[in-house]
């Protein structure tokens, strides 16, 4: 679930593009009525994506995004600007912040979504580990935090606590594991390949099967690629870069 703040005196405003990203995404809203405030609640709830508005009382858009880019824990987080003014000049003095994008008002629903569905894109990754084994799903994670520093990691311990976790996040890619309770990797595959929100995310089968049926019947149901078990690092990296990347 993505964590999202809108910094914007307008109530109305904040609620009407809280509504807009809601419809879309599965996400978790906190507003701000002026760039004082804003910062104050960003250091508290640590946002994935800032929206500001550029016209605000007590401080200004751009002198907002300054102060919370003075903070080290705010460098790389990707801010999105509110402007009624489409000109070189409003748009130029962000350069410098680094933002992510602007937004133009009155905002057009379909623009605003796929600008934030791009940011998103940029700035996060979520990679779903589906095994039933804790203790490799841990090992797993570790290596994926230590190598890639965008990437979320999310468990499930079988097919049917992965769907549920599915439902409201869409990961970007799905290590599988082939043997598991309650429903085996093969049934989850199927599952997902069926439904049009999952048939695209890319999968990653986790083996110890080094037979080329089971490679060939797994190929054939939609893998991205496979990796044998024991994992070794250097197979699990060589791997991901290229999906990840």
Known sequence: MIKVLIIDDDENFRIFLSHVIEKEFKAQIQYAGDGKEGLVIALQYKPDLIIVDDEMPLMKGYEMVDKLRMNNRFKNTPVMVMTASNDNDTITKYIEFNIADYIVKPINSAETIEKIKNVISLTKKTVLVVE??????LFVEKALRSKFNKVVVQHAENGNAALEKMEFEKPFLILLDIAMPEMSGKEFLIKIRTDERYKNIKVVMLTGQNEAKTI?????????????KPVTLEDLYSKLVRLLN
Do not use: P, V
């Open 132 to 137: 039933d084994n804790r203790a490799f799903g």
């Open 216 to 228: 060939n019947e797994f190929t054939a149901l939609g893998i991205s690629d496979y990796i044998l």
